[in-house]
């Protein structure tokens, strides 16, 4: 049995600009709608730095120009609804202000990079985050708890800090990780040896990749496989991944990018004409890539055919497994509504193998033991 969780990054666009109506309310507000015909389970990872931000606003202007009273409505629907809201934080935010001229909250971009913060910020944040979910929402749903997490930009590296905050503030489940991930710009984290693309693993408290077989930490990966561009090819994603490889954020160490997929024997350096990049682009379509299995970005077909992959190579063990999956709600288009409707139909027609779920459906223990794996 694989239980599906859909998981979403519920927070307007990085750069800090855009509104949290039209990019997070209403896109969610279809998604609960649509899984809720479906009898799915959306789990919202709930970004509390910029909602704090948000609530402050209102709070200190009496005006609510960033939708607090809505997004509120909206975690209570989810939550009395059978969906699930756990912590998101983007750190950048914590001392971020608003900028009337410029249009877009000017983040700390100090305090950007998650888990390169000290341990007393990162317990406070974690604290505070956990805090304000729990007192909004018990309101409405008594039994609520926060007790799983996603770090911005999926920085757990390095891990010791972030991980014992976690554990201090009573977090049990992270689900920042997903196998053969790479990153090297304002963020760095590398996670090609993490323990499984799939199946959750005790933290190790040195490097949330290592299994340890006494951590107190569960790592629920968001499913990731390598392969070649063509076999998650939409038009939406080659754009995405061609224009981040070749357009790097500036940065003094941003030649290191060979740690990633497009690495090693690349191009001679100094070649970064047109010439460069088509043979860089052209390396990109035969080498494999990682892709995060994101409800917003493949269609209802890949996510099927992702589902029977994993099927395929880890069978039926005695519990069920996570399916892990990732969208946001800044990217849920009418379009994507509809290209991910046959998926959410074949894991509905299956109750035989699948189910939809949330993180409370799992008792994470059952993980210390390392059979499936
Ligand atoms: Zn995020």
Redo the contacts with the bound molecule.
Sequence with gaps: MYKVLFTS?Y?IH?SGMGDPTELVVEPTTRMLDQFDRYGAKLTV?A?VGEILKFKEYRDTTGRDRFDFGGIQRQLERAVTTGHDVQL?L?SSYFNATWDEAKGYWKQDYREYDLASLPYERLREMIATGKRFLEETLRAKAPGYECFAF?A??WSMHPSPDIVRALVECGLRIDTSVWKHGVYDDLVKFDYTRAHSDLVPWPVDASDVCRRDPDGKLFEFPIYTERQPIWVFLTANRVYRVVAQRLNPLPNPDAGAHGAGPMGGGGAPKGRGGPLGKLEKAAKMLLRPQPWKMDFNQCTGRQLVEGLKRVEARYGHPRHPLPFVLIG?SKTFTRLNERMLAPFLAYVKDNPDKYSFGTFADFDPEVFREDRAA
């Design positions: 990054d927070e990085g990872m970004d998101h983007h996603r911005a930009n946001h």
